[in-house]
């Protein structure tokens, strides 16, 4: 059989007309690269599929370098699926903070609390686990158990689609189905792990995005998007929608040693992660402005007299997959009462909990999500990105 990569874009299924015994030759070059220029990498050591689940779902939308570290951390915390399903929400929330996309922290936890004796062991009861799609289940199952189950990840896609000169975009069910065939088509039967493996770093590596090494290409002879010089047309993808701006102003009340945070709930971003209260508005406002709204006064109630107000952080722009945020930060500083002066009471209102100042609007408007809490403990709560950026401002500037 030879193979032509500009037979294969015109009729992609006779990419599978071959006899089963025969391998073809992206396999065969793959491997041979995967054995020179594999990455050494802790959970390539392991056929635990607990360890390969936890630096899997780590390493979606995270680079390697800055998943290391969470990996270690995560793995030395809860080294097993039965020490991740025993811990609080907010110990899991705490672990994962700073590395984004906070549903898959959730999605590992509630998988964790549903398995039963033993780790599942087939891609259909992988599968099941809450959060674990079908690469991460081909994964688990082609890592820890040598199970043929083609990986696709974006690196995937740019390599077939290349090589291949898949027309299909990559979102579309047609497009995910011809990509699936065609992997697991070319996935080596004798080494389904070392495959996968392989595939991804040369994705990685060798064929990236912005600078595919094609001079130095074992896939060169047969690699479709380069015979037509069309490199950045593959994968093909459909066209990105435009941004949203979102102008979030975070006020951060504090009175007395007190301020007040709230868990975020329901759908969005960053659910079950503490932020202080918040106002969204749909364009840019002055901090003037802002002090001039009502919704904003009515956060610290009328009862309540401002003494001093501090920018923290303004116009902050966080890119977020199809959110562009710009964020601003306010700490106002309420009076103390005269009569919450004496000694025993300064006494009380730093070390005990039950004296935490309440606010009741903010109680009206957060519920049981809001917490009253001392100033320097804000960052022992789970937070998200934005919220680690003000308490590092608020620490700079108290130095
Ligand atoms: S020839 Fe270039 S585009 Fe084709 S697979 Fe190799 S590196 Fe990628």
């Not at 800055?66 to 990996?71: C, K, R």
């Not at 065609?182 to 080494?191: F, I, T, V």
């Not at 923290?312 to 930060?329: F, T």
């Not at 001392?374 to 998200?384: A, E, K, Q, T």
Request: charged letters at 25%; a neutral charge; one cysteine or more.
């Amino acid at each position: 059989m030879k193979y032509n990569a500009r037979d294969i874009k015109r009729t992609t299924p006779s990419l599978f007309d071959v006899e089963n015994d025969q391998t073809h030759p992206l396999t065969t070059h793959l491997l041979e690269w995967y054995d020179e220029h594999k990455r050494d990498l802790p959970w390539r050591h392991t056929d635990d599929p607990y360890a390969i689940w936890i630096s899997e779902t780590i390493l979606q939308q995270t680079r390697i370098e800055q998943g290391l570290d969470y990996y270690y951390r995560f793995m030395s915390t809860f080294p097993t699926y039965q020490d991740l399903a025993m811990a609080t929400e907010d110990e899991v929330m705490k672990l994962w903070q700073g590395l984004g996309y906070y549903s898959r922290a959730r999605n590992l936890h509630a998988a964790a609390k549903s398995i039963g004796d033993s780790f599942p062991t087939t891609y259909d009861e992988v599968i099941k686990l809450k959060g674990v799609g079908p690469y991460t289940a081909a994964a688990i199952c082609s890592f820890a158990y040598g199970l043929p189950h083609a990986v696709l990840d974006g690196n995937v896609y740019r390599v077939l689609g290349r090589y291949l000169g898949i027309p299909e975009e990559i979102e579309t069910s047609k497009g995910k189905k011809i990509y699936s065939q065609a992997a697991n088509y070319l996935l080596s039967k004798s080494r389904p792990a070392d495959f996968n493996q392989a595939i991804m770093d040369f994705g990685a590596i060798h064929c990236s995005q912005h600078s595919p090494k094609c001079d130095s290409c074992p896939l060169i002879d047969g690699c479709y998007a380069h015979s037509v010089g069309q490199i950045a047309d593959f994968p093909v993808k459909k066209k990105k929608l435009a941004l949203k701006h979102r102008y979030l102003y975070y006020i951060a009340i504090e009175k007395q040693h007190y301020t007040y945070i709230y868990k975020r709930t329901g759908k969005g971003i960053w659910r079950n992660l503490y932020e202080y209260p918040l106002i969204e508005l749909e364009e840019a406002i002055t901090v003037n402005q802002l002090l001039l709204r009502d919704d904003v006064k009515a956060l610290w109630g009328k009862q309540n007299e401002v003494d001093s107000i501090a920018v923290i952080c303004e116009d902050k722009k966080h890119l977020l997959s199809h959110q562009y945020l710009h964020a601003n930060c306010l700490v106002v500083k309420l009076k103390t009462k005269e009569t919450h002066t004496s000694a025993e009471e300064e006494f009380n209102e730093t070390t005990s909990p039950l004296l935490a100042p309440e606010i009741p609007e903010l109680k009206s408007l957060y519920g049981e999500n809001l917490r009253c809490v001392p100033i320097d403990s804000v960052s022992d709560f789970p937070l998200h990105k934005l919220m680690t950026i003000f308490q590092e401002q608020q620490k700079s500037l108290k130095r």
